[in-house]
T-cell receptor, first 111, second 116 residues
């Protein structure tokens, strides 16, 4: 059974702080990992993808991957109220771009 | 590009009625996915197609659900007969190509279905 686990939250952080979102996965063979952001009432949109161990930075976002520990995280620096959303971790398996999504972590950034 | 297009955006129907959801993937994408999202179960993959061929329908909840992709630019998800527990947001997503590590799925705006 392919599983992706996330803390449902809510994770509450003050504006300007670092938000840290975590995800674990069960399939050791997974090679591709994604973070999607979903605002209330909207569809998921891709924020970051990561495929290699280590860190990948894009603006205020940093994705971290540790395949040995089967762990992937997303850091949001200088959090803004507009970052308030649900963040979905997704792991790809199989040869046909099949994504398994976690339940999502709700982030609330308060002024 | 207009992105993934779904219709209708909202659907309210009565139990027992047939419901048809429609999706137009991004032009040139050859993988298409149907998802269902509820508060209880999160985002679940129902079925996906590659080059118009259904690859995995193990997520389809029961025989009341069926999906087709008659050509590269159109897919339908049909529920017949519908039940109140089918109420959810149904998303369609498309992806450029198969088998490539890290290909992104682009989601449509979703169809909000309410079965009374």
């Amino acid at each position: 059974q392919k599983e992706v686990e996330q803390n449902s939250g809510p994770l509450s952080v003050p504006e300007g702080a670092i938000a840290s979102l975590n995800c674990t996965y069960s399939d050791r063979g997974s090679q591709s990992f994604f973070w999607y952001r979903q605002y209330s009432g909207k569809s998921p949109e891709l924020i970051m993808s990561i495929y290699s161990n280590g860190d990948k930075e894009d603006g205020r976002f940093t994705a971290q991957l540790n395949k040995a520990s089967q762990y992937v995280s997303l850091l949001i620096r200088d959090s803004q109220p507009s970052d308030s959303a649900t963040y979905l971790c997704a792991v790809m398996w199989g040869g046909y771009n099949k994504l398994i999504f976690g339940a999502g972590t709700r982030l609330a950034v308060h002024p | 590009d207009a992105g993934v297009i779904q219709s209708p955006r909202h659907e309210v129907t009565e139990m027992g009625q047939e419901v048809t959801l429609r999706c137009k993937p991004i032009s040139g994408h050859n993988s298409l996915f149907w998802y269902r999202q509820t508060m209880m179960r999160g985002l679940e993959l129902l079925i996906y197609f590659n080059n118009n061929v259904p690859i995995d329908d193990s997520g389809m909840p029961e025989d009341r659900f069926s999906a087709k992709m008659p050509n590269a630019s159109f897919s339908t998800l049909k529920i017949q007969p519908s039940e109140p527990r089918d109420s959810a947001v149904y998303f369609c997503a498309s992806s450029p190509r198969q088998g490539a590590e890290g290909e992104t799925q682009y989601f449509g705006p979703g169809t909000r279905l309410l079965v009374l």
